[in-house]
């Protein structure tokens, strides 16, 4: 009988990386595969204020094994190659959390009528043409999803945008659908990243000159433009850093697919979800514009409840420092913590009905304008964790950008604040400066292909496919494309 192996003969032992396909490229493997098997996360409690605390760190704070997509030699090189406020820690985004604002004035919810609905309207009426009608959704989505991508970033779309740069970005997606470094179909995928990426990284630069240059239509109705007029090019936006942000929002706006998906089968005609499609009928025919003297309207509050209860983002991940060396094998280890999203959002100490489909609980809700320093002091705070500082943007727009006395970011234009919901129990995009600074995009996306889906009186269906493709649509997602439509004229 073969006794186990003494804890000293387990210390300085690498991870086991034999039974890996002899194919996988040796550099994959130390890159890729190793950091994986080192890395450790850990979920940590649901929070009970909508904030971070910064003991939490973001830098460079995801998978290790996701580096080598993002950089030439597999570990961060955030001065030379760039960085992405997402993976940036606070005592390095500027004052007040600059960076964070700087990305967030492309956002801002004045924006999205005059200058992104129409973009993203342009793809919803694809996505339901009526020659689309009984097919695989999903296979249609990922079809001219990365000409929005590209439109929305840069002003790019059809055939402007190289065949490399589409593939690179179904690539990437494949990588964070598919996840584990050890099966094939991911490094395929990975190693088809890295040999793009330069490729990438060249036209995205040589685009922004053209924003610069003013060769690109309306380069107002691009997220690149309000980074380059707000952030100046200078240290806390650098150039390099808007490359770095157009590719590493491949991860950033993946959720979009996934939470697509869910909000159609939420809808589905059969096996759908009753609640939802009762609010949500309720919600078109009481007037979806209307606000009832709250802060959000009807569709807002309906939108929102969806990403409450689906959490399209399993959580916020945040690195600590290690106290002592992990797994017995003398490396550090790559160790992450997750604030949970969905059980912060369902945690009944939150709400009173956390398990209900309600839209109307955002009426009373806390909002970021709301929580302001006597907030602070009612929930037992000594002093405000956030400083309440402007950032003026520079684009033209009387507007400036704020936050909570818990960090939330957000906008004030002409005077009229735009704020969020500032509470715990809501929780789909993150929490105090950590907040996803989409929040506003992804909404208005929402809004736009509910209007469209009760205007056109589109129905979700399940298709009958013996073997439905199975399609990465976000960070571990993987669904089978059996969902399809029809019109009930």
């Known amino acids: 009988m073969n006794e186990p192996p003494k804890k000293a003969e387990l210390v300085g032992r690498p991870p086991d990386t034999s039974m890996l396909p002899p194919t996988f490229d040796p550099a994959y493997v130390e890159g890729a595969v190793k950091p994986f098997f080192l890395s450790a996360k850990y979920e940590g409690e649901p929070q009970l204020l909508p904030m971070i605390d910064l003991a939490l760190g973001k830098e460079a704070a995801v998978s290790p094994h996701i580096f080598g997509m993002l950089y030439d030699n597999w570990t961060p090189n955030m001065d030379e190659e760039g960085v992405t406020v997402f993976l940036r820690g606070y005592e390095k985004r500027g004052p007040n959390n600059e960076r964070k604002r700087i990305y967030f004035s492309a956002l801002t919810p004045d924006l999205y009528g005059p200058m992104y609905s129409d973009k993203i309207k342009q793809f919803l009426d694809y996505l339901f043409d009526d020659q689309n009608e009984g097919k695989p959704l999903l296979q249609k989505y990922f079809q001219r999803y990365f000409d929005m991508y590209w439109d929305l970033h840069l002003g790019i779309k ?5 065949p490399e740069v589409k593939v690179i970005g179904s690539s990437f997606m494949a990588v964070l659908g598919f996840w584990y470094p050890t099966v094939q179909v ?3 995928n990975y190693m088809r990243v890295r040999h793009l990426r330069p490729l990438l990284k060249d036209w995205i630069d040589k685009r922004i000159q053209d924003i610069i240059d003013d060769r690109v239509p309306n380069p107002e109705k691009t997220m690149v433009y309000y980074w380059i007029k707000n952030g100046g090019l200078g240290e806390n936006f650098r150039r390099k850093d808007i490359v770095f942000e157009c590719f590493h929002n491949f991860l950033a706006f993946s959720q979009w697919g996934a939470m697509s998906y869910n909000v159609m089968t939420r809808l589905e005609a059969t096996k759908g979800d009753s609640a939802v499609r009762s609010w ?3 919600t078109m025919n009481g007037g979806p514009n209307e606000s009832d003297k709250s802060t959000f309207t009807r569709l807002e509050r309906f939108v929102m409840e969806l990403f409450r209860t689906i959490g399209p983002n399993a959580g916020s991940l ?6 002592q060396q992990p797994f017995g094998t003398g490396h550090p280890g790559f160790s992450t913590i997750l604030t949970p999203h969905a059980e912060t959002s369902r945690d009944a100490l939150n709400w009173k009905n956390p398990n209900e489909f309600d839209p109307e609980r ?4 806390s909002t970021s304008e709301q929580n302001d320093e006597a907030r602070a002091k009612q929930v037992g705070l000594a002093e405000s964790p956030f400083s309440k500082e402007d950032f003026q943007v520079r684009d033209g727009r009387h507007a400036s ?10 906008g004030r234009v002409d005077d009229k604040a735009y704020p969020v919901c500032d509470t715990a129990g809501y929780a789909p995009f993150g929490f105090g400066y950590r907040r996803c600074a989409g929040e506003f995009l992804n909404v208005g996306f929402f809004k736009d292909l509910l209007r469209k889906v009760w205007s056109e009186k589109i129905v979700f269906i399940r298709l009958n496919i013996d073997h439905p493709e199975m399609l990465p649509v976000g960070p571990r997602t993987v669904v089978p494309d059996n969902l399809g439509f ?4």
């Open 186 to 188: 991911v490094y395929e």
């Open 362 to 365: 955002y009426k009373q809700a």
């Open 401 to 410: 950008i704020t936050n909570s006395v818990f960090g939330a970011v957000y």
């Open 318 to 323: 945040s690195v600590l420092p290690a106290m």
């Open 486 to 489: 029809k019109r009930t004229r």
């Open 158 to 162: 059809g055939e402007d945008i190289p």
């Open 280 to 282: 949500f009928e309720k």
